[in-house]
Each structure stands twice: as structure tokens, then as C-alpha cells.
């Protein structure tokens, strides 16, 4: 059976890509390859566990600013768009955001999702399923700094149940299809670090529980 190829985004230290990374064809993520770890933060170290890795993983780095000062009149979009590009040109079967923290417009989504060809009266490509790791169940804390959100709902009685899921990205930021939801225990006078440790100990099973998910999806 071909090999799966994956692409990883990241922004930060990339202990989420590593799991991946350690979980490369094994049982937990059979016949999968990780072929480019993305970065929008060249000091992300993520991008140093890839090279780090055995063989090592192809990067890549573009960021928003960067990207618009060297292209006066682009947009966001723009970036988003090339950043699609630059991920295409790998021709992943599923992109994996792993604590990529850049809201993703149109620009990237259309073409990823098959509804823009790449460049201009091309057909356009197949579908490629994109899914993000969140540190909230659904519904409950989209967006950045969900894990801090979520501690102190709970110490002040406003939530009684917290975890994290792994879901289908869509426009809406944290709204697409949820594909693995874990519950993490959250007790009376736990510090946040001691809730963090918990929450990035089951995101790690639960980010290669998702990509073997979508990947057995297809063919
Ligand atoms: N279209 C989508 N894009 C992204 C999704 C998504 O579900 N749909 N998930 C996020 C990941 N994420 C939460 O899971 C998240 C990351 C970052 C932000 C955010 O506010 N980003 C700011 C910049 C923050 C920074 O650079 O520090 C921004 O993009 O302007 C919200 C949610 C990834 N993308
Ligand atoms: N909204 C997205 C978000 O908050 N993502 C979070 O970023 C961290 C990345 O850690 P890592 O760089 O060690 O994998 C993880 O906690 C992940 O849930």
C-alpha cells in the first residue's frame, strides 16, 4: 500500500509534532510519513526536532510579516494562499496543524479543499483533509490560550468537565467536524501547570489517534 504523506504546522516548541514523529509507522500511525514540518516562527523548535529526526523531516518557514513586507500590496490571503502552495507542492494526503497558531482564510482553505486549482485554468486537485489539535472540547473555548481559559473557568466554578480534541478545520476558527474528543481531569486546587502537563499528555494520544483516523479515510 503507498505510503500516507503528512504535513505538520507548527509555531512552537513541537512536542505534538514529536509524537508524530515517534509514531511514524508504528501500529499507532501505520504506513505514514511525515515529509514537511512548516513553520510560521523561524525559532519555532519544532523546527529543530524535525531536522533532528531520523531521517530527518524537510522544513519550511514563511511568516505573515515577513511575507507582506517583502510583497507590498499582498494580502493576508495572499500569504495564506502561498503557504497552501508551498504545502501542495509536497502532495500531502492530510495536513496536520500541531499548535500552528495562524487563523487560516480562504486563501489557504479553497485551495486545500479542491474548490481553486493552484494556478489559473488548471482543473483543480483533489481534496486535502486538514485537521488542528485544540485544547477544549467542542464548543468550549475556541481560540488561543484555551488551556489558561479553561483552568480558570473551573477554579471559578464556571465549568465543570475539560479536554481536548482533534477536528476537521473549517473557516470558523475551532467549528469544523470534531474526530477525537478526550476528556481531562480537572480537580479543585490543581495549579495550571499541573492541569497543562494533563492536557498535553492526552494531547499527544489523541493527535496520532486523529491523523490514523483521516488517513484510513482514504484510500
Ligand atoms: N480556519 C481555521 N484556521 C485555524 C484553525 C481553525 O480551526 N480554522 N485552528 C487554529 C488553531 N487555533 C486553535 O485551535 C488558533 C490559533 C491561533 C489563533 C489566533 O488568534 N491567531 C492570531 C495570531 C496569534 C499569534 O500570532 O500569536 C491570528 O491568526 O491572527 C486562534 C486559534 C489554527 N488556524
Ligand atoms: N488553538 C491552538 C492551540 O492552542 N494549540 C496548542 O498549542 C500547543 C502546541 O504545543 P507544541 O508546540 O508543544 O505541540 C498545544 O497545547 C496545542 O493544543
Do not use: C
Given at each position: 500500500?503507498?505510503?500516507?504523506?503528512?504535513?505538520?504546522?507548527?509555531?512552537?516548541?513541537?512536542?505534538?509534532?514529536?509524537?508524530?514523529?515517534?509514531?511514524?509507522?508504528?501500529?499507532?500511525?501505520?504506513?505514514?510519513?511525515?515529509?514537511?514540518?512548516?513553520?510560521?516562527?523561524?525559532?519555532?523548535?519544532?523546527?529543530?526536532?524535525?531536522?533532528?529526526?531520523?531521517?530527518?523531516?524537510?522544513?519550511?518557514?514563511?511568516?505573515?510579516?515577513?511575507?507582506?513586507?517583502?510583497?507590498?500590496?499582498?494580502?493576508?490571503?495572499?500569504?495564506?494562499?502561498?503557504?497552501?502552495?508551498?504545502?501542495?507542492?509536497?502532495?500531502?494526503?492530510?495536513?496536520?496543524?500541531?499548535?500552528?497558531?495562524?487563523?487560516?482564510?480562504?486563501?489557504?482553505?479553497?485551495?486545500?479543499?479542491?474548490?481553486?486549482?493552484?494556478?489559473?485554468?488548471?482543473?483543480?486537485?483533489?481534496?486535502?483533509?486538514?485537521?488542528?489539535?485544540?485544547?477544549?472540547?467542542?464548543?468550549?473555548?475556541?481560540?488561543?490560550?484555551?488551556?489558561?481559559r479553561a483552568h480558570e473557568a473551573f477554579q471559578k466554578g464556571e465549568i465543570?468537565?475539560?479536554?481536548?480534541?482533534?477536528?476537521?478545520?473549517?473557516?470558523?476558527?475551532?467549528?469544523?467536524?470534531?474526530?477525537?474528543?478526550?476528556?481531562?481531569?480537572?480537580?479543585?486546587?490543581?495549579?495550571?501547570?499541573?492541569?497543562?502537563?494533563?492536557?498535553?499528555?492526552?494531547?499527544?494520544?489523541?493527535?496520532?489517534?486523529?491523523?490514523?483516523?483521516?488517513?484510513?479515510?482514504?484510500?
Amino acid at each position: 500500500m503507498t505510503e500516507k504523506r503528512v504535513v505538520v504546522l507548527i509555531s512552537g516548541s513541537g512536542s505534538n509534532l514529536q509524537a508524530l514523529i515517534n509514531a511514524q509507522n508504528t501500529p499507532s500511525l501505520p504506513n505514514a510519513r511525515i515529509v514537511r514540518v512548516f513553520s510560521n516562527r523561524k525559532a519555532a523548535f519544532g523546527l529543530t526536532r524535525a531536522a533532528q529526526a531520523t531521517p530527518p523531516i524537510p522544513t519550511a518557514y514563511l511568516a505573515l510579516q515577513p511575507y507582506l513586507k517583502s510583497h507590498p500590496g499582498k494580502t493576508r490571503d495572499d500569504y495564506d494562499a502561498e503557504v497552501a502552495r508551498i504545502l501542495l507542492a509536497d502532495n500531502p494526503d492530510l495536513i496536520i496543524l500541531a499548535g500552528w497558531m495562524h487563523i487560516l482564510g480562504d486563501g489557504f482553505l479553497e485551495l486545500t479543499d479542491g474548490r481553486k486549482p493552484l494556478n489559473e485554468g488548471e482543473p483543480t486537485r483533489g481534496v486535502v483533509p486538514v485537521i488542528n489539535l485544540h485544547p477544549a472540547l467542542p464548543g468550549a473555548f475556541d481560540g488561543a490560550n484555551a488551556i489558561e481559559r479553561a483552568h480558570e473557568a473551573f477554579q471559578k466554578g464556571e465549568i465543570t468537565r475539560a479536554g481536548v480534541m482533534v477536528h476537521r478545520v473549517v473557516k470558523d476558527v475551532d467549528r469544523g467536524e470534531p474526530l477525537v474528543v478526550k476528556e481531562v481531569p480537572l480537580e479543585k486546587g490543581d495549579s495550571l501547570e499541573a492541569f497543562e502537563e494533563r492536557v498535553h499528555e492526552t494531547e499527544h494520544e489523541i493527535i496520532v489517534q486523529g491523523a490514523a483516523k483521516v488517513l484510513a479515510e482514504s484510500k
